[in-house]
């Protein structure tokens, strides 16, 4: 892969091209920042910016006033090729805080094995109603330890009105759900994105997360798509280097809270 062009690539798509999550969020462009609004329980943030040693100061307090008078905490998503160098340093000394670091990775969808191999007892069910939303988030909040109230809501918001765009899948082992991921399918995309993969403690290191992110491969080629991306945490980027995915870039999320 050229990296250097993927990620302009990934950029072009993704970022400055980026599609509203769901129903009631909105993507703007305000100047050099592009951001999403939307419910209180919708991500709200900044996908992208194009900022220099002059403008960024201002650029941030605008996405300050934006999302206070919104009333909505908000996420400033920072890779690590935007500018200036000194973003971060910035944003922190604005009020954000910043999380954990992660790895932005991509791989060819085709290029994955073609077989899922669960652990004998296993089995993937397709999730498409309320039922199997609360299965996803009672794995969320087992497997990750937060409350994944907001994010089921918003899986269910998009089954309902955008089925086409997401596919979500939950692993059973005796009808119990042990894990559970996410893959969104943006129209118009070379780009699936790979998310919220997460299995319980108790049934970790057996293949499962593997054998999702080969499953949710599988449906993304299917429907036409070239790459796999995925914000890959420190626990699952041997794994998916394992399988074949390249490191793109760093993205580390940058909270303010209002």
């Known amino acids: 892969m050229d990296i250097t062009a993927l990620r302009l690539h990934?950029?072009?798509?993704?970022?400055?091209?980026?599609?509203?999550?769901?129903?009631?969020?909105?993507?703007?462009r305000d100047g050099p920042v592009v951001r999403q609004t939307g419910p209180a329980h919708a991500w709200n943030g900044v996908l992208w910016s194009g900022l220099g040693p002059h403008d960024a100061d201002a650029a941030i307090a605008a996405q300050i006033r934006h999302f206070r008078a919104a009333g909505h905490s908000f996420e400033w998503k920072l890779y690590g090729h935007d500018g200036p160098a000194d973003l971060?340093?910035?944003?922190?000394?604005?009020?954000?805080?910043?999380?954990?670091?992660?790895?932005?990775?991509?791989?060819?969808a085709t290029a994955l094995p073609a077989h899922e191999g669960l652990p004998a007892g296993v089995e993937l069910r397709a999730v498409t109603d309320e039922a199997g939303v609360r299965m996803v988030v009672e794995v969320h909040d087992q497997?990750?330890?937060?409350?994944?109230?907001?994010?089921?809501?918003?899986?269910?918001?998009?089954?309902?009105?955008a089925p086409g765009t997401v596919a979500a899948v939950v692993a059973l082992a005796d009808g119990v759900p042990v894990s559970a991921a996410r893959l969104d399918l943006p129209p118009d995309s070379d780009f699936a994105g790979l998310y919220s993969g997460g299995t319980v403690a108790a049934w970790r290191g057996r293949g499962i997360y593997r054998a999702l992110v080969t499953h949710r491969a599988r449906i993304a080629a299917e429907r036409g798509y070239r790459y796999l991306q995925v914000d890959a945490a420190p626990t699952s980027r041997p794994i998916l280097a394992r399988l074949g995915f390249t490191e793109l870039t760093t993205t580390t999320p940058y909270l303010y809270a209002v």
Not at 12 to 25: E, I, K, N, S, V
Not at 143 to 160: C, E
């Open 88 to 108: 971060a340093e910035r944003l922190l000394a604005a009020g954000f805080t910043a999380d954990e670091e992660e790895t932005l990775m991509v791989a060819e």
């Open 10 to 28: 990934y950029d072009r798509q993704l970022r400055l091209g980026a599609r509203p999550d769901g129903p009631g969020d909105r993507v703007e």
């Open 143 to 161: 497997a990750f330890g937060t409350d994944g109230t907001d994010m089921g809501r918003r899986l269910l918001d998009r089954l309902a009105a």
